[in-house]
T-cell receptor, first 114, second 110 residues
């Protein structure tokens, strides 16, 4: 099976702009979670989507949003970018019929905000 | 709130020198404990899932164990290619989110 794919792999944006990141999960997986990884805060949970519905949300401002399509592909959007949004954004997929299922990560999108 | 603490922060081993990484956790209702390996600039690579105290899993030179308060990742006779950051994460209750520790940076030298 193909793994989790994320596009683009690298992005450079300026403050105030918005950005959309895309994630394609492993075939058959219906849950997609997004995480932000920074040197200072480590890996932090953003949100999770299951069957096109947001099922869980982390402690991030409303500038961070996401959605999931009927084919389980997911996008996350960050509006009004700030310097502190520079990070590696990781997507993970799982069957996640119940909590505790293994999540498999994609390669990430490296976002740099100038 | 779930908490995960990993130690040591960094570990330098010589090739063949076995050691253990620690992951201490505090959760209400553990649904799973996960070990991942992450190379610089890449996404975490899944290693093991443990569900209940007493469970053990092995893969090549790695062995993960779980108690009610902590998990260990034992590395036997490591090789330079085992150099990476090892991340521990927990999932609890009805939530599906993972709470991660800050990781252990392992360097294995010749």
């Amino acid at each position: 099976k193909a793994g989790v794919t994320q596009t683009p792999r690298y992005l450079i944006k300026t403050r105030g702009q918005q950005v959309t990141l895309s994630c394609s999960p492993i075939s058959g997986h219906r849950s997609v979670s997004w995480y932000q990884q920074t040197p200072g805060q480590g890996l932090q949970f953003l949100f999770e989507y299951f069957s096109e519905t947001q099922r869980n949300k982390g402690n991030f401002p409303g500038r961070f949003s996401g959605r999931q399509f009927s084919n389980s592909r997911s996008e996350m959007n960050v509006s009004t970018l700030e310097l502190g949004d520079s990070a590696l954004y990781l997507c993970a997929s799982s069957s996640q019929l119940a909590g505790g299922d293994t999540q498999y990560f994609g390669p990430g999108t490296r976002l740099t905000v100038l | 709130e779930d908490q995960v603490t990993q130690s040591p922060e960094a570990l330098r081993l010589q090739e063949g020198e076995s050691s253990s990484l620690n992951c201490s956790y505090t959760v209400s209702g553990l649904r799973g404990l996960f070990w991942y390996r992450q190379d610089p600039g890449k996404g975490p690579e899944f290693l093991f899932t443990l569900y209940s105290a007493g469970e053990e899993k092995e893969k090549e030179r790695l062995k993960a164990t779980l108690t009610k308060k902590e998990s260990f990742l034992h590395i036997t006779a490591p090789k330079p290619e085992d150099s990476a950051t090892y991340l521990c994460a927990v999932c609890s209750g009805t939530a599906s989110k993972l709470t991660f520790g800050t990781g252990t940076r392992l360097q294995v030298t010749l």
